[in-house]
């Protein structure tokens, strides 16, 4: 009888610690939205960010279906380059849709910096 008194123990001891919450590191966000060239968002677009002194892209993810995406990224000074890549992307119509131009955000520190991608025909 002790030694499941005992194992009750441990085991709610475990869970106690494993309730504490992870010390989270500081971040700044990157929101965005990617349109058409009619003004409506694109879901499934491939979006791609890397800091401005890097070349090559060290986030890569998806617009939403209301064409959104953010991404945690250090907070601290930096800037950052944020594109679509349509290499495998079909539109439905049968249109094609190109890239516009990269986009730069400027983080200062811990905030939330919105922006938009816009596509063309």
């Known amino acids: 009888m002790v030694a499941v008194v005992g194992t009750v ?4 001891r475990g869970a106690v610690a494993a309730d504490k919450p992870a ?4 971040y700044a966000l ?3 939205t990617v349109w058409d060239p009619d003004g409506h968002p ?3 677009v491939r979006v791609k960010i890397r800091r401005a002194d890097h070349k090559k892209a060290q986030w890569e993810l998806y617009s939403d279906h209301r064409g959104e995406f953010a991404q945690r990224v250090p907070a601290g000074k930096a800037d950052y380059v944020v594109w679509p890549d ?3 992307y079909k539109v439905p119509s049968g249109k094609h849709l190109k890239a516009g131009t990269e986009v730069t955000v400027h983080i200062d ?3 939330r910096s919105d922006t938009g991608l816009h596509l063309i025909w």
């Open 42 to 44: 694109v879901y499934g």
């Open 30 to 32: 990157i929101f965005g």
């Open 9 to 12: 123990v441990f085991a709610h």
């Open 109 to 111: 520190s811990q905030e």
């Open 86 to 88: 349509l290499k495998d």
């Open 23 to 26: 010390k989270e590191k500081p």
